[in-house]
């Protein structure tokens, strides 16, 4: 048998759910008194799948707290048989977890499950997402009267916006806390949430509806008066304060990069 | 291989250790990365590896390269290794004797090559390939196995023997993988190691294994085994001074451990090759 066929049995092999070896496999391979071919080849067939489970129970630790190992278990190797591995890092093997959800689960619990597993999976985009150095408070000190008036910014490169139509926040902030998980429920409004890294640290928090309207706007390239003239109808005479306010708090966040539109499509960050 | 570069005493950088190895500038000669874990956009492990390259020399070590296997390389990885050597500088670049990846799937273990003529031309090819994108000899490292292919017509040692001439690749001797697939296979771990080309071999690496009575899993989660040790000192003795690196990847120890264990390492170096032959 040549290489590339005895490599595609081995390989037929371990990425199959099938413990049986086959025949065609067995005869290639050499066993020892010690270790018999049967059981060196059941050895890499079961670090495979545990190698792999391991990285799904990282990944998605309050997903499995919530279902429990049997049923986590379950959905991860049905995940794993429909989306191998196919990156040469473990880090990517979770991506198409929601997706597979969407298509494997069965409402009710499907909706819920799939946002779990979505906002553990931006976690995990946040943790090693590209590096940028945020707007200061610092800088932010300095400004000038016309900086204030032509601010622009965008949010940092490790920002994942959901909007959750379920308590998934409650529910991962309890698995995370190993204390009871409620319920899932569905909001009676949805519900933004950001999740980013921050000083190295992943972060995230929820914003009001007035206040996630606010940020979209500032970060979709109105510049900071247009944010005060956007709060005036709800803020009145209070809207350049609250806009200060809020502004402050993305910024002491680490959520914002500044940005400067130079004609209509360059972008330079300045800090 | 000239050895007057020797690195001396280092460990495999882990970021259960991180925190510590800036605050308090172990006594470690170097450190070896797994280079994948590097191959990120940003966040900690490229801050702490920007940190700790400034305080220790590094190598790097990787698991996905897959010399052996049956797809094309893998040119973005490539671009990627390539990449980080650069941001790096490491003393050498290394990878494993193995295949990772099949025709269809990245299956992430060490799988064993059969040893023929047929997988020596293939390997040697990619290894060409690899040094000429990377611009240094490729280092690569026996494994542990827990099968053999019938077809195999050398041993692991003769084949890397060959490679290294065919190619000018270098060789990481794991003592611990020796051991364990020679308990595994039955084989004389001694003769393999004396079949090596003494000349080419880069690197040693030492770790911990699980026995299981009549069979050993290379674990990485324990101390180093009393035989292993054993072996390292006479591997020691036909290598001469030969860097050496501790591989500990779960159930992490308190760093003390993991110094004391590399102090074991040297001070058998210094037994081995007396007071005449300097390792750092
Ligand atoms: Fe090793």
Same mark, same amino acid.
């Given at each position: ?135 200061? !408070? ?23 916006? !959901? ?109 | ?20 190895? %800036? ?116 280092? %690569? ?11 195999? @017509? ?14 000018? @690749? ?60 054993? %072996? ?12 050496? %690196? ?32 300097? @390792?750092?």
């Amino acid at each position: 048998m040549r290489l590339s066929a005895q490599q595609e049995a081995l390989e037929r092999y371990l990425a199959t759910g099938d413990s049986a070896i086959p025949p065609g496999l067995l005869e290639q391979i050499q066993g020892s008194n010690t270790l018999p071919a049967t059981d060196g080849l059941m050895i890499y067939h079961n670090a495979y799948r545990a190698r792999l489970l391991g990285v799904m129970r990282e990944d998605f630790p309050a997903l499995h707290r919530w279902m429990g190992d049997e049923s986590f278990e379950q959905l991860a190797l049905a995940y794993i048989s429909a989306w191998p591995p196919r990156h040469f890092s473990l880090r990517w093997l979770g991506e198409k977890l929601p997706e597979f959800i969407r298509g494997y689960v069965a409402e009710p619990q499907r909706s819920p499950m799939l946002e779990l597993a979505t906002l553990e999976w931006t976690f995990t985009l946040a943790f090693d997402a590209p590096d940028a150095v945020p707007l200061s !408070l610092d800088v932010m000190g300095g400004f000038s009267a016309d900086d204030w008036v032509s601010l622009r910014a965008c949010l940092i490169p490790s920002v994942c916006w !959901l909007q959750l139509q379920h308590n998934t926040v409650d529910m991962w902030k309890s698995a995370k806390a190993e204390i009871g998980i409620p319920d899932a429920v569905v909001l009676s409004a949805p519900m933004n949430c950001l999740v980013w890294r921050h000083k190295l640290v992943c972060q995230y928090r929820t914003l009001e509806p007035s206040e996630a309207s606010a940020l979209r706007l500032l970060t979709d390239g109105g510049s900071f008066a247009s944010m005060c003239e956007y709060l005036l109808s709800t803020h009145g005479e209070q809207s350049p304060l609250q806009a200060a306010i809020w502004l402050k708090s993305w910024i002491s966040d680490g959520l914002l990069v500044r940005t400067c539109r130079i004609g209509t499509s360059d972008t330079i960050f300045l800090n | 291989m000239s050895k007057s570069n020797m690195l001396g005493f280092g460990l495999g950088l882990r970021s259960e250790y991180y925190q510590q190895i %800036l605050e308090q500038r172990p006594a470690v000669d170097w450190f070896e990365i797994i280079s994948e874990n590097y191959m990120v956009g940003g966040g900690k492990a490229l801050y702490f590896l920007d940190a700790i390259k400034e305080q220790y020399p590094l190598v790097m070590h990787g698991v996905s390269l897959s010399i052996g296997g049956p797809h094309e390389i893998d040119a973005d990885y490539l671009r990627q290794l390539k990449n980080l050597a650069d941001r790096v500088q490491p003393r050498w670049v290394a990878d494993h004797l193995c295949w990772s990846r099949g025709s269809a799937h990245q299956l992430h273990d060490l799988l064993p090559l059969p040893f023929t003529q047929e997988s020596l031309l293939h390997v040697a090819s990619r290894v060409r390939l690899v040094q000429d994108i990377l611009q240094r000899p490729l280092v %690569l490292e026996n494994v542990s196995a827990y099968v053999q292919w019938k077809t195999s @017509c050398m041993s692991e040692s003769q084949f890397l023997a060959e490679l290294s001439s065919l190619t000018g @690749c270098e060789i990481l001797l794991d003592v611990n993988n020796v051991y364990v697939s020679s308990r595994n296979q039955g084989f004389d771990p001694w003769q393999f190691i004396m079949e090596l080309p003494r000349e080419r071999i880069r690197q040693i690496h030492l770790a911990g294994h699980s026995d299981y009575g009549h069979y050993l899993i290379d674990t990485h989660d324990q101390p180093i085994a009393g035989p292993v040790w054993a %072996l390292y000192g006479e591997a020691l003795n036909y290598l001469g001074a030969t860097a050496t %690196l501790i591989e500990r990847d779960d159930h992490f120890p308190p760093f003390d451990e993991l110094l004391a264990e590399l102090s074991k390492a040297r001070s058998i170096s210094a037994k081995v090759l007396g007071a005449a032959a300097p @390792c750092v």
